[in-house]
Each structure stands twice: as C-alpha cells, then as structure tokens.
Antibody, heavy 116, light 112 residues
Framework: EVQLVESGGGLVQPGRSLKLSCAASGFTFSNYYMAWVRQAPTKGLEWVASITNSGGSTYYRDSVKGRFTISRDNAKSTLYLQMDSLRSEDTATYYC?????????WGQGVMVTVSS | DVVMTQTPVSMSVSLGGQVSISCRSSQSLVHNNGNTYLSWYIQKPSQSPQLLIYKVSNRFSGISDRFSGSGSGTDFTLKISRVEPDDLGVYYCGQGTQYPFTFGSGTKLEIK
C-alpha cells in the first residue's frame, strides 16, 4: 500500500524557515517524480514544486522560487521541502504527492501557519 | 501559465442523478509526446485530494465506472452517473502537461 506521511509543519514567524518531510512507503521511491501541492485555508489547490526521480531536476512556481527548495533522499525514501523567508501568503496545508502521469497518491497534509 | 477554468462553481444533485463538470484550459494540453495530461481529483470533506481520472479518460485504480472523463485539446468534461452520497466533495481538474502544474478552482458537489 502506498503511503505518504508528511511532518514538520507548525507556526512560524514571517521571514523564518521551516523544513517539511514526507516519508514514503509501499513503492520504489527512487522510480518516481514527486511533488508538493498546497492549499490555503478555504482555497483551492496550488502546485508548489516538483522533483525528478533522481533529484537531478527541480521545478518551482514563481512565487516560491529562490525561497523554497525541494529535495529527496532516495536511500531514506523521503521527500523534503525547505522553506525560507516565509510569508503570510505561504500559510497552507502542504501535501506530498507522487507524480506519475498525474498526482496519483497524496499524503494527509501538514499545516504551515506563518504569523507573528 | 495555463489557466484552468472550471464550471459550475457548485451544483446540487439528487441521489441517482447525473452531473457534468466542465474544465477548459487557456492553451492546448497536448504534450510534445502526444499525451494529454488532464486529470480530475475529488477532495471529500476533511480529506486529502484523491485522483479519479488521468490522461483525460483513464480511471485510476479502484475508481467506479460511474466516473468518466472525456475531451481533447482545451475542452474537457467529467461525468458522474448514478450519484451516491459518498460522491459529495469538491472536484478539481488539473493539468500536468507543462510546469507550473495548474488546477481549476473547483466544483462543489452537494447532494439534494
């Protein structure tokens, strides 16, 4: 059974950093692209970043470029999202997703609140 | 960026009825490799989104044949037949043809 379990969320002040993790199991992690998608409270879905299966290429939405870094450790079957210079508009639930022709499996999500 | 326009914003349907949700993209979703990466997702109340349909018309594993997707180019439709109580939630279309991936704003399905 495919499982994606996010952790690392919480309340953080504007300008500070936070690192999210996503532990994957039930599939060969190193064979799949992965992505982060977020959802602000009462809003729709917003893709944040993607990474190829090897980690050799990464892609970001413009609003997080230069502030967020997606990475992975295939030996640990874990996906990461390093978030720096956080802003109030980054407040959202962040979902880890597997990317295979579509975002086929999603984690339960982790809440990130950016507020002073 | 590809803009995904979904209609209607919300709809109410009787149990056993049928609904159609429209999704239009601001540019063609046909990838250079010939595939069209248009997907449909449902987010049930207090749950994570789940994949229903991928590449326009392919049902994901375990998805009922009451769900069907169709369309091409820039115009796509999700149909749900014989609506059941468990179908309530917000439906999103999404494109994975080009970065940044984008989603429609969602269609909320309510059961009468």
């Amino acid at each position: 059974e495919v499982q994606l379990v996010e952790s690392g969320g919480g309340l953080v002040q504007p300008g500070r950093s936070l690192k999210l993790s996503c532990a994957a199991s039930g599939f060969t992690f190193s064979n799949y692209y992965m992505a982060w998608v977020r959802q602000a409270p009462t809003k729709g879905l917003e893709w944040v970043a993607s990474i190829t299966n090897s980690g050799g290429s990464t892609y970001y939405r413009d609003s997080v470029k230069g502030r967020f870094t997606i990475s992975r450790d295939n030996a640990k079957s874990t996906l990461y999202l390093q978030m720096d210079s956080l802003r109030s508009e980054d407040t959202a639930t962040y979902y880890c997703t597997r990317d295979l022709v579509a975002l086929d499996y999603w984690g339960q999500g982790v809440m990130v609140t950016v507020s002073s | 960026d590809v803009v995904m326009t979904q209609t209607p914003v919300s709809m109410s349907v009787s149990l056993g009825g049928q609904v159609s949700i429209s999704c239009r993209s601001s540019q063609s979703l046909v990838h250079n490799n010939g595939n069209t990466y248009l997907s449909w997702y449902i987010q049930k109340p207090s749950q994570s989104p789940q994949l229903l349909i991928y590449k326009v018309s392919n049902r994901f594993s375990g998805i009922s044949d009451r769900f069907s997707g169709s369309g091409s180019g820039t115009d796509f439709t999700l149909k749900i037949s014989r609506v059941e109580p468990d179908d309530l939630g917000v439906y999103y279309c999404g494109q994975g043809t080009q970065y940044p991936f984008t989603f429609g704003s969602g269609t909320k399905l309510e059961i009468k």
